[in-house]
């Protein structure tokens, strides 16, 4: 998980970076609610700059009107947009997709009746990752969500894990 450089509690990037390939670390998470941070450009400028460049993906739990912000100061970053929902996301996150070719979304929230299928169907199933919110949310809905949806197996096969690896193989670190 980031955090700000700014405070010392993180390695300067490059230094992180070194130590992610070291461990074999291809993605990485920011809770900025949680940790009381602001998820933009000013609090990672360098960061999320060689992130964009190696296509290292940022898992984001945060809110699609500051993840917005975020995707206009970095709109080479690759973001995942995780515990969207379980509500409609229309209106907040199709004209976000639409935008930002390297926003992604985890579908751990995506409850709502033809939500997967709708994405799947506007976007492709190339941008969902199957994800479940475990231990802060029992998984069995998102699996029955993802075993129900209407897109077909090798859609189904892409969210349910193939996308993940794509991604991660794309990371030149």
């Known amino acids: 998980a980031i955090l700000p ?3 010392g509690e993180l390695p300067e990037p490059a230094r992180l970076l ?4 070291k461990a074999g670390v291809r993605a990485l998470w920011a809770f900025p609610q949680e940790h009381r941070y602001r998820l933009d450009g000013a609090s990672f400028p360098e960061l999320f700059e ?3 460049e190696l ?3 940022l898992f984001a739990k945060e ?24 509500h409609s996301l229309n209106r907040h996150l199709w004209p976000l997709m639409d935008a930002f ?5 985890e579908t751990s929230y995506l409850l709502v009746e033809g939500v997967i299928e709708e994405m799947c169907r506007r ?7 199957f994800g479940t919110a475990f231990p802060d949310n029992c998984s069995g809905g998102a699996r029955l ?6 897109i077909g197996d090798k859609a189904r096969q892409a969210v349910a894990g193939a996308n993940l690896r794509r991604l991660l193989k794309e990371v030149a670190l």
Do not use: F, S, W
Not at 123 to 129: K, N, V
């Open 55 to 57: 296509r290292i993906p």
């Open 63 to 86: 809110n699609l009107v500051r993840l917005k912000e975020l995707l206009e100061d970095c709109p080479d970053l690759i973001v995942v947009a995780v515990n969207q929902g379980p």
């Open 18 to 21: 070194v130590a992610m390939k």
């Open 145 to 150: 969500r993802l075993a129900r949806a209407d």
């Open 101 to 105: 070719p390297n926003l992604h979304v």
């Open 123 to 129: 976007y492709g199933p190339e941008r969902l990752l």
């Open 5 to 7: 450089t700014a405070c």
């Open 50 to 52: 060689r992130m964009a």
